[in-house]
């Protein structure tokens, strides 16, 4: 299949309005759709929406493309990330790419989903941690929601696991999952509850890993570095589940750690993010 074919079928399906109405509110005006620019502050508005032409245009800030680029520029995406939201919001179906034309970044983001699926079997053969996470709260199925997950206290588990998956040291290291010493690379993540973070389009960039048996010494709390696919300051925990009840209420609730959030999720809270 070409590449490009599934990104015309999507945009047969999705009209621009319907894509940037669900974002800001767009109101008639003859043709088109006018609104207050999403990119630029302004009180009388000058963004607007042609549906005949499939694009916007603000005259004050010169902001200017299609759903793709709408979604770019609003979620904060690369094309990639722009074109899963929008393929699932279309109901089109992506081919994998094939792993030997995969880009530095696509690499990172499969490592990161790999090191997801090792974290979660950890924990669903570890039941003294899954008991204690019922006994903070949790339900089974938001653990399996957020990809809750466990590191095992040892050196390079994870390390040989994604060397048997094919990742070289330097994809392993590139995505901040190991350490590297004069002996070689350990596990950065060790004996922690594994919180993956996403992207507003639901790829997992990053972890926090929150200490199990505090031994005295190590933080309580360990964050990915920033890496080419996390920036720390950019980015929300919980922003990709919350987004769309935050549309729907036109607020958000922030709060701080990744356990306030999962557990306002898990009550209903869907507009809730954490910092
Ligand atoms: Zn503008």
Redesign the pocket.
């Known amino acids: 299949m070409m590449i490009n074919s599934p990104v015309q079928q999507i945009k047969e399906r999705l009209s621009i309005e319907e894509i940037v109405s669900s974002y800001i509110k767009l109101e008639k005006a003859g043709a088109n759709f006018k609104a207050r620019?999403?990119?630029?502050n302004?009180k009388t508005p000058?963004?607007f929406v042609s549906p005949d032409r499939a694009s916007y245009y603000?005259?004050?800030?010169?902001?200017k493309g299609d759903i793709f680029s709408f979604i770019e520029e609003f979620e904060g995406l690369d094309f990639k990330g722009a074109l899963k939201i929008l393929a699932e919001r279309a109901g089109i179906p992506l081919v994998q790419y094939s792993k030997e034309k995969e880009g530095e970044k696509e690499k990172l983001y499969r490592a990161m989903e790999e090191a997801t699926k090792f974290f979660e079997k950890n924990l669903a053969e570890n039941k003294k941690i899954l008991e204690y996470l019922k006994s903070r709260g949790l339900e089974e199925k938001t653990i399996g929601d957020f990809k809750i997950g466990f590191s095992l206290l040892d050196w390079r588990t994870l390390f040989e696991y994604l060397k048997s998956k094919g990742f070289s040291d330097k994809e392993i290291e590139l995505a901040g999952l190991v350490k590297k010493t004069e002996k070689g690379f350990y596990d950065r993540f060790r004996g922690r509850i594994m919180f993956p973070i996403s992207d507003s389009s639901g790829r997992i960039i990053a972890f926090s890993g929150r200490i199990f048996e505090d031994d005295g010494k190590s933080a309580k709390y360990l964050n990915s570095p920033d890496t080419p696919i996390f920036s720390k300051s950019a980015v929300l925990y919980g922003l990709d589940k919350a987004k769309e009840s935050i549309r729907k209420n036109n607020f958000s609730i922030l709060v701080e750690g990744q356990m306030d959030l999962i557990l306002s999720h898990q009550a209903g809270f869907r507009n809730t993010v954490a910092i």
């Open positions: 620019c999403p990119f630029h302004e000058s963004f603000c005259f004050g800030c010169g902001a």
